[in-house]
């Protein structure tokens, strides 16, 4: 194998020191991009700014070290995205329908202690996702929780009850939410499905709310702050 044109090919030092410049450019202009969009992080990210980013980064890459193409084409195309991009963020907030085509709408997943199924199936999030973004945030069980939203770009808010008003609910933790096959009289089971909560006389009832069979013992911890 020829290392050096493994490595080197025809590449002359003049087109090093082109690339290093193409390199700095569009760098810059990315970084203009992020400056207009007003965000501090990633995480501040849509999934509609997210994929303007994407398309950013592909329009910068190819000039950063393709000489056949020239350094104003990148930049006009950027900098049509960026005039779209405000455009487009100017009528989401003045119009509400059109901030609901483009980025979506929150979706509530959990109220009154338990799961919102159809919103759940919506949300394209299996229970394991949704519970683990609450575990994040101290969750311990779903009687806890008054609200439970899912935002447009992923990220869960959560409303909790007082401590006086904590009701049982089903267990998030997998130790605390194993499946019974024996129940006791008045002893308050959830769904493991929806969390809906009832005492049971068999561990085969099923639920009324989505007609599961599984069934775990209900807890009513308060939440430790």
């Given amino acids: 194998m020829d290392l050096a044109q493994l490595f080197i090919h025809d590449t002359t030092l ?40 994407l398309a950013l980064g592909s329009i910068a890459g190819d000039p950063m070290f393709d000489e056949e193409l020239p350094i104003l084409q990148a930049v006009l ?24 085509l483009i980025e979506g709408k929150s979706l509530y997943v959990v109220e009154d202690g338990m799961l919102v199924l159809d919103k759940i199936q919506r949300g394209k999030m299996s229970h394991d996702e949704f519970f683990a973004e609450m575990r994040q945030q101290g969750v311990e069980h779903l009687g806890q929780v008054r609200v439970g939203l899912l935002e447009t770009d992923g990220k869960f808010s959560i409303l909790f009850y007082p401590d006086e ?42 639920c009324v709310r989505c007609g599961c069979h599984k069934w775990t013992e209900a807890m009513n911890t308060l939440r430790i702050t």
Avoid at 91 to 99: A, N
Avoid at 196 to 206: E, W
């Fill in 165 to 206: 008003q904590v009701r049982h609910g089903l267990p998030l933790f997998p130790k605390a939410a194993q499946i019974v096959y024996q129940v006791q009289p008045e002893v308050q089971y959830a769904c493991t499905y929806c969390g809906f909560i009832t005492t049971l006389s068999s561990a085969q009832t099923p």
């Fill in 14 to 53: 003049a087109f090093v020191f082109e690339i290093m410049v193409r390199c700095v450019l569009m760098y810059i202009l990315i970084i203009l991009f992020l400056r207009l969009t007003g965000k501090r992080g990633v995480r501040q990210l849509s999934i509609f700014e997210v994929a303007i980013l």
């Fill in 77 to 100: 195309v950027m900098s049509v995205v960026i005039i779209m991009y405000r455009l487009t963020t100017w009528l989401m907030m003045k119009y509400q329908p059109f901030e609901d």
